[in-house]
């Protein structure tokens, strides 16, 4: 079974900072995906990346497949970015996701 | 397409009731997913299908709980008797099922055992 650990488990950041969230994994894979849940509880997928970088509005994702590891960026974050980012990665067969512990983020103004 | 859809968002329901939660998966996905989201473990998958056939369901904890995906438009997943410790957010998400495809996540079901 393959481990997924992130760091840090909570971040406080205010408004505008650049945020880093680092996800790693024991077993290879081919692909990795991030998550977002909100406050109110609905999850989100944000990104599937297999290499490389990938870059939606103010999210930036990486990843690095022979280190194992992953990075989601934020950039001039916002407090509505408040929310658990989860990294969760696919078992061999490239299906069932197992997931990450979480990072919860708070933004404040 | 209106996403995945879960209901009921909220169940409250006493020790020893049976409770169904039920799910309906974007059409045209051919896996379905149901995890469970607790404090202490986070996320876990419970079961997967693939074409309404279950392919994994190393995760269900217990004998009472058991999964249905009679069509491909409609799973549920009871757990009878319900027990304190069952209480948790239940997601059901749904892709493609190819290879490495993103997965899409209903908005949940609060469960709560009293």
């Known amino acids: 079974k393959n ?4 760091s840090p488990q909570n971040l406080t950041a205010q408004e505008g900072e650049f ?13 990795l995906h991030w998550l977002q849940q909100h406050p109110g509880g609905g999850i989100v997928s944000l990104f599937m990346l ?17 280190e194992k590891h992953s990075s989601l960026h934020i950039t ?13 990665v696919p078992g061999s067969s490239g299906d069932k996701l197992t997931f990450g512990t979480g990072t919860r983020l708070a933004v404040r103004p | 397409d209106a996403g995945v859809i879960q209901s009921p968002r909220h169940e409250v329901t006493e020790m020893g009731q049976e409770v169904t939660l039920r799910c309906k998966p974007i059409s045209g996905h051919n896996s379905l997913f ?11 998958l419970l079961i997967y299908f693939n074409n309404n056939v279950p392919i994994d369901d190393s995760g269900m904890p217990e004998d009472r709980f058991s999964a249905k995906m009679p069509n491909a ?42």
């Open chain 2, 73 to 114: 438009s409609f799973s549920t997943l009871k757990i009878q008797p319900s027990e304190p410790r069952d209480s948790a957010v239940y997601f059901c998400a749904s892709s493609l099922g190819r290879r490495d495809t993103e997965a899409f996540f209903g908005q949940g079901t609060r469960l709560t055992v009293v």
């Open chain 1, 76 to 88: 001039a974050s916002h407090p509505r970015d408040s929310a658990v980012y989860i990294c969760a």
């Open chain 1, 50 to 66: 297999s290499s490389g970088k990938k870059k939606h509005g103010r999210l930036i994702a990486t990843i690095n497949i022979q």
């Open chain 2, 34 to 44: 149901w995890y469970r989201q607790t404090m202490m473990r986070g996320l876990e």
């Open chain 1, 3 to 6: 481990e997924v650990e992130q």
């Open chain 1, 19 to 31: 945020i880093t969230i680092n996800c790693s994994y024991s077993v290879g894979i081919s692909a």
